[in-house]
């Protein structure tokens, strides 16, 4: 069973960093693409950001870029999105996901998600 | 960039069939799929490639895609199925999500 783990949520100031964290099972975690997706309070999904399988490869939404950074260490079947520069308008629920491997990449496995609130 | 717009609502009655729109320029040229959220769980994918359902996905739900609309349709509408309904496709690099609209069963 696939299982993913999302950690490292909580309150930040304007301006800080924080550093998520996803743990993955039940798959060959180097096999697949991993993508962070985001909700605010609220509000619809918004795509953040993906990391190819063997972590050469990464993308980011433009609200993002320059700002996060997607990392995962396939030794210990983690993914990462290191989120530095916070703003208030990046508080949202952020969840990580498995990519299919199938033409159009659905996302066919989610975590629960982490709260990241940014406020002073 | 690339926007996929749905409608905020749609209301059926248990037993009927609910229709849900997706609307992007030529989208009908892009896979689309579509997920399911219900309140305070994580989004679950139920249409992929258009058309196609993941195992453990009813039967009632169905999708097409032509044009600049893809269309996620759940015929004999259960309460269960009672959620907010995203489209997905990407735009070269970019996975756009549709606006969200919330299913309510009445």
């Known amino acids: 069973e696939v299982q993913l783990l999302e950690s490292g949520g909580g309150l930040v100031q304007p301006g800080g960093s924080l550093r998520l964290s996803c743990a993955a099972s039940?798959?060959?975690?180097?096999?697949?693409?991993m993508t962070w997706v985001r909700q605010a309070p609220g509000k619809g999904l918004e795509w953040v950001s993906a990391?190819?399988?063997?972590?050469?490869?990464?993308y980011y939404a433009d609200s993002v870029k320059g700002r996060f950074t997607i990392s995962r260490d396939n030794s210990k079947n983690t993914l990462y999105l290191q989120m530095n520069s916070l703003r208030a308008e990046d508080t949202a629920v952020y969840y990580c996901?498995?990519?299919?491997?199938?033409?159009?990449?659905?996302?066919?496995?989610w975590g629960q998600g982490t709260l990241v609130t940014v406020s002073s | 960039s690339y926007e996929l717009t749905q409608p905020p609502s749609v209301s059926v009655s248990p037993g009927q069939t609910a229709s849900i729109t997706c609307s992007g320029d030529?989208?009908?040229?892009?896979?689309a799929c579509w997920y399911q959220q219900k309140p305070g769980q994580s989004p679950v994918l139920v249409i992929y490639?258009?058309?196609k359902r993941p195992s453990g996905i009813p039967e009632r739900f169905s999708g097409s895609n032509s044009g600049n609309t893809a269309t996620l349709t759940i015929s004999g509408t259960q309460a269960v199925d009672e959620a907010d309904y995203y489209c997905?496709?990407?735009?070269?690099?970019?996975?756009?999500f549709g606006t969200g609209t919330k299913v309510t069963v009445l």
């Open positions: 039940g798959f060959t975690f180097s096999s697949y693409t």
């Open positions: 030529k989208l009908g040229n892009k896979y």
């Open positions: 490639q258009d058309t």
């Open positions: 997905q496709a990407w735009d070269s690099t970019t996975r756009v």
């Open positions: 996901a498995k990519a299919w491997e199938v033409a159009g990449e659905p996302l066919d496995n």
């Open positions: 990391i190819s399988g063997s972590g050469y490869t990464t």
